[in-house]
């Protein structure tokens, strides 16, 4: 009889503290075992001259949501939690997204609805709060925390979704007190529609007028505002998809400062640029999503950033709206204003490989690094470590095994999401996840999917443990 259910054998393992070599031993969906020479699993693998890694968490996905007009994402919770796992990512936190003058709990009632069923890796809801009201902070928010629902996003723009100055005051004092992590999107709403008006008076709508509508000075001042809020009412908060160097210099001060303030950035502040938005035709509608993707130099801010700590965490954003469809990118016809365009691209299978490349395949960061923005910091920082995040004795044996000289060109049809395009068509990455097992069993191995398509687990969280900013002295919250 077998000792284990699963061996992993001769792989080089990395998590974001080490490297080393040995066999993994897996018993009933968790790591028993590290070491040499483990005896015999009922299932083995080799995984020679191969990289033994974390499964991803993807933080920041967004998955058959509700959009507020007649656009439609083309994810569910079936479509894109498997093609998070092919990308190497076992575990996926998108959004139960309140309506505003509805309940949270309605919110994540429905969100439950719409994952049960689907799921082909473990999953976890942040809420999106829209509704700052006395019952939702009084009585809602507390109890939903309580249940393991430690995580929650704000907006500072989009009409349905915005809180103002003194809403925000009060949800972080919530979060504060109960122990939640509060994440923010960053932009000056004001701002934007006053340049939204005057571009599209002047006759500015194609989509690349998206950018000029959002510029950095419209993220950088909202992101010190909030900084400015956080630092009011002593609270960690984690600024979302930052875009360039202008919000970055904020954060880096508000970090020097010793204030608990993180920040996660997302592939398309890597490898886009706003001229990626300046196509023929209706073509650059495939890459609009805010912020913006900015230019040249803001793109090696960020690659700085991700080199040098300023950023914990790396997420997709993946936001799946069909390009050539009446309800995607194309709601409002190929001759909208870059206002009515569904914003959001596709990237839940993409984002690890694109950051191994051009990250670790270049020299720009480690492996430990690597494993630190992808899995173990969004473990820590959304409550789910070491459970999750990390190959250890008592985890979840969620674990990717990576080719890293194994060489593919990314083109829409190789790729397992329900979106009709991906904006990084034909680039070629160096490094991909091969074998990816989630609780113990193989869900990914030869192309091919071998999980049963309701095996993904609800996870409730824990308070979050976010790790410190690198150069950085405050202790860890």
Known sequence: MSDFDLVIRNGTVATAADVFSCDIGIKTGRVVALGENLSSGATEIDATDKLVLPGGIDGHCHFDQETGDASVMADDFASGTLSAAFGGTTTVIPFACQTRGDTLRAAVDEYHRRADGKAVIDYAFHMIVTDASDQVLGQELPAMIKEGYTSFKIYMTYDALKLNDGEILSVLALARREGAMVMIHAENSDCIAWLTEKLELAGKTA???????????????????????????????????????????????????????????????????????????????????????????????????????????????????????????????????????????????????????????????????????????????????????????????????????????????????????????????????ETVVSRGEIVVRDGGFHGAKDRGEFLKCDQPAPARPRGTDRPVW
């Not at 970090?255 to 950035?265: D, F, M, P, S, W």
């Not at 706003?274 to 023929?280: F, I, Q, S, T």
């Not at 990250?359 to 690597?370: A, E, N, P």
Request: glycine share 8%.
């Open 207 to 433: 989509p690349h007028f998206h950018a000029a509508s959002r510029p950095p000075v419209v993220e950088r001042e909202a992101t010190h505002r909030v900084i400015s809020l956080a630092e009011l009412v002593d609270v960690p908060i984690l600024i979302v998809h930052v875009s360039g160097r202008e919000a970055m210099e904020q954060i880096r001060w508000a970090q020097g400062r010793g204030l608990q303030v993180y920040a996660e950035t997302c592939p398309q502040y890597l490898f886009l640029t706003a001229e990626d938005m300046d196509l023929d035709g209706f073509e650059g509608a495939k890459c609009v999503c805010s912020p913006p993707p900015r230019d040249k130099a803001d793109q090696q801010a960020v690659w700085n950033g991700i080199e040098n700590g300023l950023f914990q965490v790396f997420s997709s954003d993946h936001a799946p709206f069909r390009f050539d469809d009446a309800k995607g990118k194309k709601l409002h016809g190929t001759n909208a204003s870059f206002r009515e365009i569904p914003n959001g691209i596709p990237g839940v299978e993409t984002r690890l490989p694109l950051l191994f490349s051009e990250g670790v395949g270049k020299g720009r960061i480690d492996i430990t690094r690597f494993v630190e923005l992808t899995a173990a910091n969004p473990a820590r920082t959304y409550g789910l470590y070491p459970r999750k995040g990390t190959i250890a004795v008592g985890s979840d044996a969620d674990i990717a095994i990576w080719d890293p000289e194994r060489e593919v060109k990314i083109t829409n049809d190789i790729l397992h999401h329900n979106v009709d395009y991906t904006p990084y068509e034909g680039m070629v990455v160096k490094g991909w996840p």
